[in-house]
Structure formats: C-alpha cells, structure tokens
C-alpha cells in the first residue's frame, strides 16, 4: 500500500466511470484512456495479492478471525472495479454502435474518420469489424426482400423521393439506369434506390 | 436510479459519502479514511461511499447516520413544500437525492425504511407536477423561447431539480416538442 | 437496423400516422379498377359512382391524383357533433369517447382533403379545443400516479403517446422508491 493510487480504493476506476458520464453529456466519445485502464487493472491484481496474504494469515491461526472484514472489503473493491471497468466499456461500444448505425451501418466511412479513428482503442477498431461483419452477414439473409439496415427513422410516405445532391457520390444503379450524381443537381428517385445515400449524407431529400 | 449493472448513473450514485462508525477493529485499513492510521479501530468515524459502506453496515461491521440530504430539516421543509427544496443543492450538481435515498432505504429497518420511502415517494409526487408543466411550457415556446414569463421561482424550481428530475424534464420537453411538430406540420404541399 | 435513438423513448408520431393509415376509409372513387390484392388484403372493386370501403393511405394516394372522393367518418363531418363534444369535455371529469387513432385520422384528412370536409376550419378549430381540454385532464392524471397503475380511459393513441415516455420512466423511480420487502433482502450492487 506504497504508492498513493492505491490509498483510496475505487477512486481510480470512479474517474473512468465519470469519463463515460461527461462523454454522454457532451455527445462525444472521448479518447480511450489506456493508461487509467493499465491503472485500475494493477490495482485489482495488487488487490489480489492483499486478499491472498489475508487469507494466508487467517490459515496460520485458526483463531484469529480479525481479517474477516478486511477480506469482505478487499472483495468489494475488486467487484466494484469490475462494475465500473465493464461499465466504462459497455458504455463505448453503444456509443460506437449507434454511430456505427447512424452511418447505415457503413463501416469505411465511419473508420475513414482520422479524429474518430485517434479516439478508439485497437480492440474498439477490431469489434467494430467484426461487428460489421456480423452485421453484413445476417443483412445478406434477407438481401433479396429487405434491407435490414435501411433507415427507419421516418416512416416512407412516397415510393419516390426528390433529392438534391450535397456531395458527389459517383454512379449509382437506379430503376431509371445509372445515375451520376453530381453535386447541386436533383433527381426524383425511388426511394429503396438511394436511401442509403441519404443516411450517408450524400444527398438530402427536397 | 435503477439497478441495472452497467448503469453509469446508477454506480456513479453509489459514490455519495456517508458517515459510519466501525464496530469492530480492521487492521491495515487505517487508509480507507485517507488518514495515517496503520488500523482502523472500533468506535472510530469515517465517510465512506455508499458502494463500500453499504457491505460493512449489512454485515454489521458498523453503524451509520442519515446523512445531511435526508436530515429533519430536510424532511421538515419537504413536507411543508417540496417544490420550494432545491435537492441538486443537497447533493451537489449532478447528484443523486432519489438514488441516495433508495440506498439509505435499503439501510434501514422497517419502520424507518417505511418512512424513508413515504418521503422519498411524496417528494417526488409532490415535484413531478412542477416538473412536466415546465418542460410542456418550455417545449411550447419553441426555440426561440427562453425563460420569457417563467419567473423567478419556476427558474429556481428548474436550478433546484436534480438528475433523475431532469431526465423527465427532458423527456417531456422532448415528447412535447416532437408531438407539436406534427400537429403543426402538414402535407397540403405533398405531390 | 438498430433502433435508432431518435426512436428509442416511444414511437414517434409519424409512425402512430402511419399505423392509423390502415384504418378504412369509405371513398367516392372518380375511376374504375379491378378488385386488386395488397400484403393487408383485397380492395375494390371501384365502379363509380359507388361509394367503397378501402385503407386511408390509399384513399389518400387516389385522393392526391384526384381519382377519388373521400367521405370523412361522421365523427369529423359534423360539427355539431364536436361541438358537443366539446361541451362534454370541458363540462365533465371524463375523457369523452373517440374513435382511438382520431387525432391521426382526422390530421391526415384535413390535411388532404379539406374539401371533401364540410366546414373543415370550423372543425379543425373544434379539435384544437378539444385537444387542450383534454391535455388538462391528462395533466390532472398526472397527480394521481403510483407505481403500481394508472387509469385514464378513453385516452387516445396521439395522447397516450405524448405523455408515455414520462409516465413510463416515473413510475419506474416511484417502483425504485417504494418498499418492497421482497427485493429489499437483496445484495447490494454487485
């Protein structure tokens, strides 16, 4: 019990909770913070090691029961840094999901973002690709009928849609043919064509 | 305010301090109160959070008192007028008076608990009115509104709310604002 | 697709409109055609000048492309009728009956076929009365909830809505508040 991080047990993995909290209320994603999880991860193993020796005196002296309620404190510190280390986690994967889902589910474009990309941790990066793989793989069950990651937000009104151009997104199959959508133009078009560029911000609906 | 294991208000909740007299002695423990003390000794007092006081009180270890948010003062003026109590100055911004108090509950014996609970519960009834009319009025005034014919007291009424008020602050606004939208917005212009 | 946040505290009004537009809805159709087979089932035949019984949406499609009359539901084409409606809602402690999705029913006909709505301003400013008379009741309805239950009958499906993301979430704190000896001799946080 040395060092000064470890004289208040819990304040450290608090902070990383508190982190989660302030990136909720600023509806950010804040930086992956490596380091305070390396911290709060060698305080349950230093935890550990103070719950094995206390365990190992208690054996010495079968009458000696004073360790009790440090051994029980000891343990609730280890599940409380748990709770918040899981939690902390938990907590930047659904905000990675919901913008993973913002996009329509278009993962190189969420990835093609240099500052989003700084924030994330490598495991962060490999979930998102392997959750975009799950996701592709159970949309192709339905490709036939359904797109399962179409948009949702607004229900449709019409089977086609007026669309002006935002940003030029290249040739795209429509029911018309192939369309080259260049910028500042407009099209009416069906909307299962295209919608998918709406939510990717390619074109805005007029 | 809910149990639920991964909710970050819910373990932030659980820091709020409370004041607990040990039972028994801990050796090595001396620490938890941030003091020099190799040991902690029966009798002596310490703020511990709720998360970690609440085992040692459970498992009879310690004792605790009602902390300062929930003291007859409080009860006092709640009971004459909840809506004239600022519970976010009671627990400092961003805190957790209901969560607090759901814990403390937790704590008590029956009569107490029962007690405890009937505050909590009255509070909350007695505020929740306050609460949805402002934010249905804040939501009618659109965008551009901003504290316009409120007052002063509405103003101190919204300073005074704490976390889970403001969230059902915010969800009524929002569940205003979205079902006016509609009702204002038409489709005469559709094709 | 994930539910998206914007939908998560309830569904949207939008989404209530469009439930509502299945609802039948009787039409003078100004065009023929064959019985024809939808996913929600068979419409037609349309012959005009007979009256037929087919879904709002589309009612308002043909309406749009003026191939069709639409007759609105007694409830919308008589403002005597509101007006007492109006009466008995500011007059009594009750919600007064209506048709449950109203409110959607009759936005979408104003909004598209005020012409085939005799009176339609009168109307629509009965409804707007109508309306706040009973958001004071739901209001009122307010004071009276527990945890446990909370009856407002003849509450309508736009209002039901407007108010079921707090109702929802306070009477969740007021389950967490109430004692329950059950749940009391649980651990604690872990």
Known sequence: ?206 | ?191 | MALPISLRDSITPPELELIASEELVEIVPLISMERTAFISGAYGPLRPPNKARIPLWMAINLKMKKKCHIVPPDWLSVADFLQERLTQETTQPEFSQFPFRFTEIAKLLLDTAPDDIPNSDKIRSLLKDIREARQAKSRDGLQKIDHSELSLPNLCSMEINEIRPFFVRAMGVLTQLTRDPVADSRQFGV
């Open chain 2, 1 to 191: 305010m809910d149990d639920d294991y991964y909710s970050i208000d819910s373990i932030l909740s659980e820091n709020q301090k409370i004041q607990c007299t040990f039972k028994v002695d801990i050796p090595d423990m001396g620490h938890l109160d941030g003091g020099h003390e190799r040991d902690i000794k029966a009798q002596s007092r310490v703020q511990l959070p709720l998360w970690l006081a609440f085992i040692l009180i459970y498992s009879d270890y310690a004792d605790f008192t009602i902390p300062p948010p929930f003291n007859s003062r409080v009860r006092n003026a709640l009971n004459a007028e909840a809506k004239s109590v600022k519970l976010s100055a009671l627990v400092g911004a961003g805190g957790f008076w209901y969560g607090f108090g759901k814990m403390i509950m937790r704590l008590l014996d029956d009569e107490p608990a029962n007690e405890m609970s009937g505050l909590l519960t009255k509070s909350f009834r007695n505020r929740l009115v306050e609460v949805i009319d402002q934010a249905q009025h804040f939501a009618a005034l659109g965008p551009a509104g901003g504290g316009g014919q409120s007052g002063d007291a509405a103003l101190a009424f919204r300073e005074g709310l704490e976390v889970t008020e403001r969230e059902l602050f915010l969800l009524a606004q929002e569940s205003a604002k979205r079902t006016k939208q509609w009702y204002e917005s038409t489709d005469r212009l559709r094709r």
């Open chain 1, 1 to 206: 019990m040395a060092s000064a991080e470890s004289r208040q047990f819990g304040n450290l993995a608090t902070q990383l909770v508190q982190e989660s909290r302030r990136s909720t209320l600023t509806d950010t994603l804040l930086k992956y913070n490596d380091s305070l999880v390396r911290t709060v991860i060698r305080e349950q193993r230093n935890l550990e090691n103070l719950i094995n020796s206390a365990i190992a005196a208690q054996a010495d002296n079968a009458a000696f029961t004073g360790d009790a309620p440090a051994l029980l404190l000891y343990q609730t510190v280890v599940l409380r840094n748990k709770r918040c280390l899981l939690a902390y986690h938990a907590h930047r994967l659904d905000r990675l999901k919901d913008m993973y889902w913002a996009l329509g589910g278009a993962l190189p474009a969420l990835l093609a973002d240099n500052d989003l990309r700084s924030r994330l941790s490598p495991h962060e990066v490999d979930f998102l690709r392997e959750y975009n793989a799950s996701v592709m793989d159970f949309r192709g069950d339905f490709s036939a009928e359904l797109d399962i990651a179409a948009s949702i937000t607004h229900p449709p009104r019409d089977l086609h849609a007026l669309v002006r151009v935002v940003r030029d997104c290249g040739v795209i199959e429509t029911e018309l043919g192939t369309i080259d959508f260049k910028k500042g133009q407009r099209f009416m078009v069906r909307r299962a064509d295209i919608e998918h560029l709406i939510v990717q911000g390619y074109l805005q609906e007029v």
